[in-house]
Structure formats: C-alpha cells, structure tokens
C-alpha cells in the first residue's frame, strides 16, 4: 500500500513538473508574441509572427494573426494606391479647370485695352465663348462622374432602337468631322435591333466615344452598328498617334490621359463614363490597337420582347 502511494506521489509530482514547464511555455509564447505584436506597432515593416515555443494551439493563433496583419497591410496598401490616386485626380481637376480660366482672364483684359481693334475684340470674344463651353464640358463630366460613382443616378431603361439613336448621335458632330474636312465612315446594319437601356445614358456613350475619337484621332473614323451573336455592337475605330498598347489597361480608368496627349485639354472621364453607364446597362466596352488604329467596342444584349 505504501508503495502505491509513493508511486501516486511520484506520479503527481511529474505531472505538475510538466504543467508547470507547459505553463512557463505558454507564457514564454505569449510574451514573445507580445513584443512581436509591440515591434509591428512601432515599426513599418514586412514581417510576421515567428513561433518560439510551439505549444498547443499557439501556432493556430499565430497563423490567424497573421492572416489579420496580411489583410491590414493589404488594405493598407489599397488605401495608400486611393490617396495617392485621390492627390493625382485633384491636381488634374485643377489644371483642368485653371487652363481654360486663365485663357478667358487673358483675353478678357486684352479686350479692355484702348488700343485693341474691333473686329480683334470680337475675335477674343469667340476665343471667351468657347473656352467657357469647355470649362462647362469639364464641370459637367466632373458632376456626371460623381454621380454615377455615389450611386445617385437612377437608370430609366427603355425599349431603345439602337439604328435610329446612332444615327442621330453621329449627325450631332457632323460640322466637328466638317471643320476639319473630313467625313467619317459610317455603317449602320439594316437590320432593326432594339437594346434595353436609358437614353440619356445611350446617348452620352456614344458621345464620349466620338469626342474621345476627335481629340485623340488623325483620320480614318469608322463609326459601325452591326449585330453579333445576339448583341448589338457599337464600333468606333480611328487612327491615333496619341494612343499607344501600355495605355489600354488603363484606358477605362478615371483621369487618366495618355502620355502622348497631355497637352490636349481633355479630363481624362469620358470613357470612364462610357463605361461606367455601359456595364450599369448591362453591356460591354473593350478597347483595342492594331497598327494605329484604336478601336472602342460596346456590346448590348438584343432585346428579344420584340
């Protein structure tokens, strides 16, 4: 019987020898993951937690810390990209808004000189109009953007004859295409073709994609409606010499102006638009560049309740 009790004795004695080193384990993990979580906290950096007494189901906590700082740094990473993009769209907003402002301050004052004959003060007048047209397509576009990006722009979708509208759209800029003596290629299937959307956002698509086409193009406009595979497809092609392959990822993009045509007053929203009320619609817009010819193609789904 004694021996029995020395051995339980014994027994128990190992037992708490092992819960105590098991507990000096655990504190010695949790304090190591402290001063880790401590370094992360003051310092920038890529690192992660490091196990230095796997005991129990520390490693499991670990790793799911570690998940969480991924995730952090990740959407830290997303926000800084949104800062940096936010600081970017402002100061192209205010150039964009300055350069036709300063135009109209400069000949403003030059039409209230004495000296200034005047059919020239009606010339600076002209110069006034159009620059102030500009400024409210920059202001209109910035607002229409905004728009559409909080969600406030409420669709009417309609029963559209997509012929009929692109011809209509396309005679709007015939004396844009006039003034530079050129007449674009237009071809419109014979087939009618009906899309479900809303013709003010129709309509501002294939604007956007026409102005894009004369401030970046040279020549060679081809404007086609055709039908493919039960969708209606939009095709509006020119040659460019501002417009290179690197540019079409990001196209679509917000402000973006292609390096070759930053001079060129343009806020860099009119495919963004264009996009952004294709795909609310329904539809499809890519973009494409063969051998100096750009093409933007959109695609709607026929409506078959005809």
Not at 21 to 39: A, D, G, P
Not at 121 to 130: M, T
Not at 140 to 164: C, K, M, P, S, T
Not at 253 to 272: I, K, V
Request: proline share 2%.
């Amino acid at each position: 019987m004694e021996i029995v009790f020395i051995f339980l004795a014994v027994f128990l004695a190992l037992l708490a020898a092992i819960l105590l080193l098991r507990l000096i384990c655990y504190r010695k993990q949790i304090n190591h993951i402290k001063e880790q979580l401590s370094f992360l906290e003051a310092e920038e950096s890529n690192f992660l937690l490091t196990s230095a007494y796997p005991v129990g189901k520390t490693e499991e906590l670990i790793n799911a810390l570690n998940r969480v700082i991924e995730k952090y740094r990740q959407n830290q990473r997303r926000l800084s990209k949104a800062n940096r993009s936010y600081r970017e769209s402002i100061t192209s907003i205010s150039h964009d808004i300055r350069t036709p402002l300063t135009s109209v301050k400069g000949y403003v004052q030059m039409q209230k000189r004495a000296d200034v004959p005047q059919e020239k003060k009606a010339e600076y007048l002209r110069i006034v109009e159009r620059r102030l047209e500009e400024l409210g397509d920059i202001l209109n576009q910035l607002f229409e953007y905004a728009r559409l990006e909080a969600g406030e722009f409420q669709l009417d979708l309609q029963r559209i004859n997509v012929g009929n509208s692109f011809a209509e759209i396309i005679s709007m800029f015939y004396e844009d295409f006039s003034v530079r003596g050129i007449e674009p290629q237009v071809e419109v299937c014979r087939e009618a073709m009906f899309i479900q959307a809303d013709n003010h956002a129709f309509s501002r698509i294939l604007e956007n994609l026409i102005k894009n086409a004369l401030v970046h193009g040279k020549g060679d406009y081809r404007f086609t409606l055709t039908s493919d595979e039960g969708y209606a497809v939009i095709a509006i092609a020119n040659e460019t010499e501002q417009i290179e392959e690197k540019d079409l990822q990001q196209i679509f993009e917000r402000f973006y102006t292609t390096d070759l045509s930053r001079s060129r007053r343009t806020t860099g929203l009119g495919l963004a638009i264009a996009k952004e009320f294709t795909e609310q619609m329904g539809g499809s817009i890519e973009a494409f560049l063969q051998e100096g010819c750009f093409r933007v193609e959109v695609r709607f789904p026929l409506w078959r309740n005809v």
